[in-house]
């Protein structure tokens, strides 16, 4: 049973910062990209930053400069490390896991969730 383990979030002000983290366990074969996607009350989801195995990343426009996406293959983590964070900014962020749990069955897994409000 995989799970993915979300922490980091809360409240903060703006032109502060968070650190979130996404800890996979369980039987896990093989990892490939990790990242981080958002959506704000009234918004659609969207694609906040992703990180492949092969070391690439991609971030959305809103984002770069601001935001950095990091993983530790070892420990099955991946990181976003939030930087001058602007009132917009405020949404549920949900990490992502593109992974085998057994050799032939890849599948995205989810986060359950973390909360993420700048406010004054």
């Known amino acids: 049973q995989v799970q993915l383990v979300e922490s980091g979030g809360g409240l903060v002000q703006p032109g502060g910062s968070l650190n979130l983290s996404c800890a996979a366990s369980?039987?896990?074969?093989?990892?490939?990209?990790m990242g981080w996607y958002r959506q704000a009350p009234g918004k659609q989801r969207e694609l906040v930053a992703v990180?492949?195995?092969?070391?690439?990343?991609n971030y959305a426009d809103s984002v770069k400069g601001r935001f950095t996406i990091s993983r530790d293959n070892a420990k099955k983590t991946v990181y976003l490390q939030m930087n001058s964070l602007k009132f917009e900014d405020t949404a549920a962020y949900y990490c992502f896991v593109d992974m085998s749990a057994v050799p032939g069955q890849r599948r995205v897994y989810w986060g359950q969730g973390t909360q993420v409000t700048v406010s004054s």
């Open positions: 990180k492949t195995d092969i070391g690439s990343t």
């Open positions: 369980g039987s896990i074969f093989s990892i490939y990209p």
